[in-house]
């Protein structure tokens, strides 16, 4: 892998903006299948560490850890309100507003990430596949299974990394017990990107894992490069074909043009419509339909008796790690349970009360919401962002629908609560401020027709501007609880396949 600026100035065939899990699919894929293409990826944060794209888990200490975090946070320039600020309570992005976090209107808690590897760096690994109608309708079954196969394949799935975790077994027992599901909907382990070694650690995925062979220094010579602190500023067309991109080095000011011919845009659900937008692609579509998973959350806490069991348990050679469980959503459902067992309560609790790892659980209940086109980022070609691109706004909204399945997944939390424990204190499930799940859709949302009411076609390349792809959970179309995480890389592996396709 190159990271100087040896190739500089040379023409690519590929320029890929985003290093985050889609990005890097992208790169991926076009190495094992079209090795013979020079690939610049270009990100606009700094790289965290030697290993470009590795999860800030795998760092190994606390103050490696946060000095990470704290360099995701954007460019922070100065104490004006337009600056970014640090998310709520997520370590490693910063909030694109720090507006009052009012639950119910607008994104206020809507937030992001600026490093290589992107969210890749900082997310939770959950990969739960999607089911019913989450699912893309368009893509046949075969075509969109084995493209979620080949993404679990790349992230390094597995659901029995923690499998013999202290509780793990009592709470899917508890669940199951409370939620009696056909199997494909069935209480079960979280699949979760990660690797566990024959001595108990694990490396969670970070896009270093995505990355594969390209992440490691002269695996594949020339033909592939990073660029960390490279703002990609517009794509540049000429009678609707791509040419190349227009670079911001941002470190010194200096800007220039790379040419290629296919340019893939993975810069997040809100940072790629930006990027079309002021590139002079306007679709109708660009940056509607833009979708959040409202998230209930709540805790509880094992009851004694179990906790004492465990323990014994534990002490006998357990896993040292806490489980993840998995309420999948479903139609009649329409909600996605993440249960974590945690090593520390989130609730203050009395200074000689020990917590037992794995014996604190938060529940997270994430909810589908109906697709509207109104929901949207809007952008503002005469105010500038503190990237000096156009500043963006969110409108976004629940609709009556969307409070009723929130009032159900309520219910729904409430239920899993009992049937675990006891709850940490008096408060019922609450609904976090919108923008907190992350988990931002359909921004630049794939379609079966070039209709107006999307942005790309079922190979991820937008319409109307032949050799440009986009990429990410903004390409989501369909209405999701899950962790769309797994889904963006599989339609990754098909718009990456689609293009070697094209140029071979």
């Not at 290993?51 to 200490?61: E, F, I, R, T």
């Not at 640090?86 to 976090?101: K, V």
């Not at 390409?475 to 689609?498: F, H, K």
Request: net charge negative.
């Amino acid at each position: 892998m190159k990271t100087e600026s040896d190739m500089h100035g040379q023409p690519y065939d590929v320029v890929i903006v985003g290093s985050g899990p889609s990005g890097s699919t992208y790169a991926r894929i076009l190495h094992e299948d079209a090795p013979q293409l020079r690939v610049l990826m270009v990100e606009a944060g700094p790289l965290l560490a030697g290993q470009p794209g590795l999860h800030v888990k795998n760092l190994p200490d606390p103050q490696s850890r946060a000095a990470a975090q704290l360099a995701s946070q954007g460019p922070v320039t100065s104490l004006s309100t337009e600056s970014p600020t640090p998310g709520p309570g997520r370590p490693g992005t910063f909030l694109l507003r720090p507006d009052e976090l009012a639950p119910l209107a607008g994104m206020p808690a809507a937030a992001m990430s600026s490093n290589v590897g992107g969210m890749g760096a900082h997310w939770t690994c959950a990969c739960p596949r999607p089911g019913g109608s989450e699912r893309i309708t368009f893509l046949d079954d075969g075509t969109l299974d084995a493209a979620l196969a080949d993404a679990e394949r790349i992230l390094s799935v597995t659901s029995e990394a923690f499998e013999d975790a202290p509780f793990a077994a009592e709470v899917r027992r508890r669940l199951e017990g409370e939620f009696h599901r056909p199997v494909p909907a069935a209480v079960k382990a979280m699949p979760l990107a990660v690797q566990k070694h024959p001595n108990g650690t694990v490396t969670w995925s970070g896009t270093d894992v995505v990355l594969g062979p390209l992440a490691e220094p002269k695996t594949h010579g020339d033909r592939f490069e990073l660029r960390d602190q490279t703002l990609c500023q517009r794509v540049m067309l000429d009678g609707g074909r791509v040419t190349g991109v227009e670079l911001k080095e941002l470190r010194t000011g200096a800007v220039s043009f790379v040419s290629a011919p296919i340019v893939v845009v993975a810069a997040d659900a809100l940072r790629t419509p930006q990027i079309l937008f002021a590139s002079g692609i306007r679709l109708r579509a660009l940056g509607r339909y833009l979708n959040d998973q409202p998230q209930v959350i709540t805790a509880v806490r094992l009851p004694h008796d179990v906790v004492e069991a465990g323990t014994v348990a534990a002490a006998a050679g357990a896993a040292q790690h806490s489980g993840v469980s998995w309420v999948p959503y479903t139609d009649q459902e329409p909600f996605h349970g993440q249960v974590m067992q945690l090593d520390a309560s989130p609730v203050p609790l009395a200074e000689d009360d020990d917590v037992v790892p794995g014996s604190i659980i938060g529940l997270g209940w994430f909810c589908a919401t109906e697709t509207v086109e109104e929901n949207r980022v809007e952008f503002d070609e005469n105010a500038l962002d503190h990237y000096g691109m156009p500043r963006m706004s969110i409108q976004y909204h629940l609709t009556w629908k969307d409070l009723q399945t929130i009032e159900a997944a309520k219910e729904s939390v409430t239920r899993a609560g009992k049937a675990l424990g006891t709850f940490l204190d008096d408060r019922p499930p609450f609904l976090l401020p919108a923008g907190s799940s992350l988990h931002y859709q359909g921004s630049v949302r794939m379609g079966q027709y070039d209709d107006g009411r999307s942005v790309c076609g079922p190979d991820s390349q937008v319409w109307g501007a032949d050799g440009l792809y986009v990429a990410g959970n903004g390409v989501i179309p369909t209405s999701t609880a899950c962790n769309p995480t797994l889904t963006s890389v599989a339609l990754a592996v098909l718009g990456a396949r689609a293009i070697a396709d094209r140029i071979q």
